[in-house]
């Protein structure tokens, strides 16, 4: 349902009003309206129930037809929920005892639904691995409509209507809401903890904090810091916050150091040891690349377009209308723009100037991001309508809001129109190995291919782009390595052992340094995934073009962006983009001696 709510009494936290010159008279708490009983009419905005059914149908397509963007998700999560569930998968050195990494209790969380829907329906893998994704479309989606309830209430119906548009409609959160990494675990969490501070729920923030940094990515406990600050510094809660961070440590990480050392053989605390090798080694992650400062800029506008360049922006329009725009104080019990959006700009500030970046990394703020972009398009209304009103040198006795609505129109159609042309050029260009896969998948129930032996289905130079052993169509068969022109390390398969996660495998190291013992003959393969745009390297033949040794079964269309133009490989135009872009074609290609 949509609901009304009259301009001038957008942020209703609190019912402020002057009641004299120069003094505020602020109603409790108590006497608060929701924003679904307000009996005031004007603005019309989504309620909380149709916010959740536009946010969960936008994760649902995400879940479908987004593809694995980062190895990582494949190989560290994926792989190693594949041995849990079916006995077979890849391990990387990272779940190596030696190191020891990454917690198993991540996994099993997800882990366990997926084991009961396998128990009770025993479905295709593949069904199993869009379940999970549907599942974490659903998380995310609560976190996201919990976030624009308490947005409202915070920053106005006007600010958390923008915001929950650029959630729905933009590709950054196409790409991380159904995404089985940390990053986007840290996401849904942060955001709840972010929305329970804005409703004073401090401590649903604290243990959201704790899950999100001990359960998910340990360095998301830097978004709670402006959360602490303001426990302990501004209302010096002291002993509220220590009781809270106590239990939720406690209720968080002792399950997950039982579950941790059972699984490795010895006493592990996983967030402890990422933090040490990525913070406390002579090299961090370095070694697996750096970036100049401008990648997350680049990144950003690809995933968010002009609501990134508000939200860079946004501090400095604040600025600007604090200082030549007068207006009335916020409602008295607000936090102040400054305190509420520090999350994300000491996010900002910490990981732009890091040598390290992945797309990934910014995931916990992507949220944020659309609330600051949010507050940019507030701003420049604000802006435009008080120098618009001095030029006139007339009175308008319009609410700002009513006089800007052209911005806001042309803020959502341009922001929405390059968020949905991002999300279907990614679709559209690098799709293809999902698709790939899945059509691998129906080769087992199809009859086609023995159950009595294993399958060894081949990757080269495309090992970061095989979605995982979920789509196989069954247990005997087995990824393989071929040499590539990739120096790095790659994962290798877990022993087939009753205790395989507690046993050390010789030749892992954490330098990626390249191990030469992963690579596998190709006159063994009998399956090679491969991408045909028509280039070569020493180690990188073009598989598809050995027609003696191997036939192409299935074909899909794969973006090739070298020769693509640059807009248009990024941007899909409809009956425009395939003029200008070229494609590859992406092989399942079968031995012809199989």
Request: aromatic fraction near 18%; proline fraction near 5%.
């Amino acid at each position: 349902m949509f609901v009304n709510q009259r301009y001038r009494g957008v942020s209703f936290l609190v019912r402020c009003r002057r009641a004299a010159k120069g003094t505020i008279k602020c109603a409790p708490a108590s006497r608060r309206q929701k924003p679904e009983e307000s009996t005031d009419v004007g603005l019309i905005y989504p309620g909380v129930d149709t916010a959740f059914k536009l946010l969960l149908s936008a994760r649902f397509c995400s879940a479908i037809w987004s593809h694995i963007t980062d190895c990582d998700e494949t190989y560290n999560y994926w792989e190693p929920s594949h041995y849990l569930l079916y006995g077979t998968g890849q391990q990387t050195w990272e779940y190596s005892p030696q190191y020891a990494l990454r917690s198993y209790m991540y996994l099993l969380i997800h882990m366990v639904p997926a084991k009961l829907y396998h128990y009770l329906l025993e479905p295709n893998p593949v069904l199993v691995f869009y379940f999970i994704r549907c599942l974490l479309s659903v998380g995310c989606a609560l976190s996201e409509v919990y976030f624009y309830k308490n947005v409202c209430r915070e920053f106005g119906i006007h600010v958390g209507k923008l915001t929950l548009v650029f959630l729905i409609l933009s590709s950054g959160m196409y790409i991380a809401s159904a995404a089985f990494l940390p990053s986007s675990f840290s996401m849904y969490l942060s955001t709840v903890a972010t929305a329970a501070w804005y409703g004073r729920q401090y401590e649903l923030a604290i243990f959201a904090t704790a899950i999100s940094a001990l359960l998910g990515w340990p360095f998301a406990a830097l978004l709670g810091l402006p959360i602490a600050m303001e426990m302990l510094i501004h209302r010096k809660e002291w002993n509220k916050f220590i009781k809270w961070v106590i239990i939720s440590g406690t209720v968080v990480l002792v399950p997950m150091v039982w579950i941790d050392s059972m699984y490795y053989g010895k006493l592990v605390i996983a967030p402890l040891n990422i933090v040490m090798y990525n913070i406390f080694t002579n090299h961090g992650p370095n070694i697996y690349g750096t970036e100049p400062f401008s990648y997350y800029i680049y990144n950003g506008f690809l995933n968010f377009n002009f609501v990134f360049i508000g939200a860079l922006w946004a501090p400095f329009g604040l600025l600007l209308v604090w200082l030549i725009v007068p207006a009335r104080p916020r409602d008295c019990l607000c936090l102040s723009y400054w305190y509420s959006l520090a999350p994300l700009y000491l996010w900002f500030l910490v990981f732009f100037f890091q040598p390290h970046k992945e797309e990934r990394f910014l995931f916990p703020v992507y949220p944020m991001i659309c609330l600051a972009g949010a507050i940019a398009v507030d701003v420049i209304q604000k802006l435009y309508f008080f120098i618009r009103t001095k030029l006139t040198l007339l009175h308008i006795s319009y609410h700002y809001l009513q006089y800007t609505v052209h911005i806001t129109l042309l803020a959502v159609l341009v922001c929405g129109f390059l968020g949905i042309s991002r999300s279907l050029a990614i679709y559209k260009g690098y799709y293809a190995p999902m698709e790939i896969m899945i059509e691998t998948n129906k080769l087992g129930s199809e009859g086609e291919i023995s159950k009595d032996m294993n399958i060894n289905f081949c990757i080269g130079k495309e090992w970061h782009r095989f979605p995982s052993s979920f789509f196989f169509p069954s247990n005997n068969w087995r990824l393989q390595y071929l040499r590539s022109e990739f120096k790095g390390q790659l994962p290798q398969s877990f022993l087939d052992h009753e205790n395989a996660t507690s046993v050390i495998q010789p030749y892992f190291n954490d330098m990626n340094r390249e191990e030469p013992t992963r690579y596998f003959s190709l006159d063994k393969c009998h399956f090679v995934l491969d991408l045909d745009i028509g280039t070569e390297a020493a180690l990188e033949p073009n598989y598809s073009r050995l027609t003696n040794n191997f036939t192409a079964i299935k074909s899909s269309k794969f973006l090739h962006s070298a020769k693509s133009h640059q807009f248009f490989r990024a941007f899909y135009i409809p009956f425009v983009s395939y003029k200008f872009c070229t494609y590859g074609s992406y092989n399942l290609l079968q031995n012809n001696n199989f």
